[in-house]
C-alpha cells in the first residue's frame, strides 16, 4: 500500500531554513508528479508546490515562489521541500501528495513547521 513519510520540520526563527523530506513507498515514484500541500491552525489545505515525475518540471504557490525549491530523487523515491527565507505564516503542518494535488488524496501523517522568534 501506499505509504508516504515526512520528515524534517521543526521549530525556526524567521529568516531561518528547513529541508523537508517525503520517503514514498508502495508505489512506482518515479512515474508520478509528487505535491506538497499545508495547513496552517485552523485553515483548510493549502496547494505550495508540485513536481512532474522525472523533476523536470517545478510549480510553486505565489506565496512561497523564490523561497522555497521542491526536488525529488527517483532512485531513492524521496521527494524534498527545501524551504529559506521562512515567514511566521509558513508555519503549518506540512504534508506530501501522490500526484498533483487532489488527483488521489494520498497523503503522509505530515510534520509540523514552526516559524516564530
Known amino acids: 500500500q501506499v505509504q508516504l513519510v515526512e520528515s524534517g520540520g521543526g521549530l525556526v526563527q524567521p529568516g531561518g531554513s528547513l529541508r523537508l523530506s517525503c520517503a514514498a513507498s508502495?508505489?512506482?515514484?518515479?512515474?508520478?508528479?509528487m505535491t506538497w500541500v499545508r495547513q496552517a491552525p485552523g485553515k483548510g489545505l493549502e496547494w505550495v508546490s508540485t513536481?512532474?515525475?522525472?523533476?523536470?518540471?517545478?510549480f510553486y504557490a505565489d506565496s512561497v515562489k523564490g523561497r522555497f525549491t521542491i526536488a525529488r530523487d527517483n532512485a531513492e523515491n524521496t521527494l524534498y521541500l527545501q524551504m529559506n527565507s521562512l515567514k511566521p505564516e509558513d508555519t503549518a503542518v506540512y504534508y506530501c501528495?501522490?500526484?498533483?494535488?487532489?488527483?488521489?488524496?494520498?497523503r503522509g501523517q505530515g510534520t509540523q513547521v514552526t516559524v516564530s522568534s
Open positions: 501528495e501522490k500526484g498533483p494535488w487532489g488527483s488521489t488524496g494520498q
Open positions: 508502495g508505489f512506482a515514484f518515479s512515474l508520478y508528479a
Open positions: 513536481i512532474s515525475n522525472g523533476g523536470s518540471s517545478t
